[in-house]
């Protein structure tokens, strides 16, 4: 096993199979796409190495000495546990084709399965997936914490501060004109004029709060935002007939700086956006169906390879793009995913034109924080062409 100190700013592959010549093929295979490579001959020197190099992904072995690769594959999973940052994605590699074996590894905590003989056009596509999705996930996860420590950077702040009050005694001859609500305007930025007046009159006329969120400037030219609520009261320091007519109000309420919420709310969105563009822009097709099997999201790399619109496909039931055949199959599938099981495989689809488009399926079932099955979420690679090949390639060897 080689242990060297590597540029990180290229993926780190871990190899981890007895076969000498098994690892060289795929050392070869993946440095020729640009990755880095370690090897190691078991499990056991493969989670030394893991922990010692950290890499971006393991493709390991299943059947090996001194410990093989189901037992390496959970002891990675305890390691994940361990630490704070995106688990490592493990792609088993094994001639084993068994439905036993398919199942074990999956327990284990492999993310994807290949089988030897290896297609090495589907190993680097897997692989490089597998990297992009893992990427996007550390990236995510990365936003999500920094918004975390930036909201409760907020909710200390807004405890520590004292927000200010404010009382604003209304004229008893208040019209609708621009002049008479000055007052109320004051430092209010000009596009938020019509806006905080407009919450004003409604306090008034529907005898409601008053809540308004708007940009103010102050004495430095600098632009914040506040969040101002308050009430409406009638007068009763008035004199009766006063009170009694409503002619004398006042509004009274508190204010505080919300401009960091306003900034990590425009964070979130541009981050939300970015994450959003990942999945548009993706070159694999990613389909989501909820509790009944009805479309609720698809990427457009998934309408294109159906021949469809995105608007086409939602609200339509996954199983109105196969044939009988295959819908009892998805069928069974379906059931799966409501019990948590999520699986890889092949599967055929029909497109708009009638004709079949073949996919590997990577499926992962969503559920809520009391367990509630909620959704599938598949992640689809189009491999049409290859099947086409391959069918090519048997009715030649047949004749």
């Not at 001639?95 to 993310?111: C, I, T, Y």
């Not at 529907?206 to 102050?218: K, P």
């Amino acid at each position: 096993m080689k242990l060297t100190s590597t540029d990180r700013n290229t993926p780190l592959i871990l190899v981890v199979d007895d076969d000498k010549f098994m690892r060289l093929q795929l050392r070869r295979a993946m440095e020729q796409v640009g990755y880095q490579v370690v090897e190691a001959n078991n499990g056991a020197e493969g989670l030394t190495a893991y922990e010692n190099l950290q890499p971006d992904i393991v493709l390991l072995d299943a059947i090996m000495p001194l410990m093989d690769g189901f037992t390496c594959c959970e002891k990675l999973r305890t390691l994940y546990h361990q630490e704070i940052a995106t688990p490592t994605p493990v792609l088993m590699i094994t001639a084993l084709d068994d439905q036993e074996s398919v199942d074990r590894a999956f327990d284990a905590g492999a993310n994807d399965y290949i089988t030897k003989p290896i297609h090495w056009a589907v190993l680097r596509q897997r692989v490089r997936r597998m990297l992009q999705e893992n990427r996007a996930l550390e990236e995510l996860k990365q936003q999500t914490e920094q918004t975390r420590l930036r909201e409760e950077q907020l909710r200390l702040a807004l405890d520590a501060a004292q927000m200010s009050t404010w009382e604003w005694r209304i004229p008893s001859n208040l019209s609708n004109s621009f002049d008479s609500y000055q007052e109320l305007l004051l430092n209010v930025h000009p596009e938020d004029h019509e806006l905080v007046r407009r919450a004003f009159i409604d306090a008034l006329e529907q005898d409601q709060d008053y809540q308004v969120e708007f940009r103010v400037i102050d004495a430095d030219s600098k632009i914040n935002w506040v969040a101002k609520k308050g009430r409406v009261f009638r007068d009763r320091v008035a004199t009766p007939q006063e009170y009694h007519t409503g002619s004398v109000v006042r509004l009274t309420g508190v204010q505080m700086d919300i401009t960091e919420r306003k900034q990590n709310e425009e964070a979130l969105r541009q981050s939300e956006a970015r994450f959003r563009t990942i999945v548009d822009t993706s070159q694999e097709g990613i389909w989501l169906i909820d509790i009944n099997a009805n479309t609720t999201y698809v990427n457009q790399r998934m309408a294109q390879m159906l021949g469809y619109t995105v608007t086409e496909m939602l609200g339509r039931s996954l199983f109105d793009f196969m044939d009988a055949i295959e819908r009892a199959e998805a069928i069974n599938n379906f059931a799966r995913r409501k019990q948590g099981v999520n699986e890889q495989h092949d599967f055929r689809f029909l497109r708009k034109d009638g004709s079949e488009l073949w996919t590997i399926i990577s499926t992962t079932a969503l559920f809520d924080q009391n367990g509630q099955f909620l959704s599938a979420l598949g992640m689809l690679t189009d491999i049409t062409e290859r099947k086409r090949s391959e069918k090519k390639f048997r009715n030649k060897q047949h004749y």
